[in-house]
């Protein structure tokens, strides 16, 4: 590195900022979209992560916000009012049903 140059801290850590989004089954399909990464400024609770994707994507409210998603944050299921940070996985299922 040259003497001098700016340092960005997103190059010394790859993740930072970033959260990878995943989505699956039904979810997948009518959001049309199996993978997201989302640049956060600061930790955010499950429920304000979802308001932020409807900001962005006003269609996709009446399946992230208006149906019982499940979520897992790092490969944990999670309540709504789990924080998320930087560099972490959260991904979304539908509810399931029984038979």
């Known amino acids: 590195m040259a003497v001098g140059s700016a340092i960005n801290p997103n190059d010394a850590i790859p993740s930072a900022g ?44 009446a399946w992230l916000e208006e149906r019982d998603v499940l979520c897992a944050l790092n490969q944990t299921m999670s309540s709504s009012d789990e924080i998320v940070k930087a560099g972490d996985e959260l991904a979304f299922f539908p509810p399931v049903t029984g038979g």
Do not use: M, Y
Not at 38 to 60: F, G, M, Q
């Open 18 to 61: 970033k959260v990878e989004l995943l989505f699956f089954g039904q979810l997948k399909e009518r959001l049309k979209c199996d993978k997201l990464t989302l640049r956060i400024t600061e930790p955010l609770s499950i429920t304000a992560l979802k308001l932020k994707l409807v900001e962005k994507n006003p269609h996709w409210k």
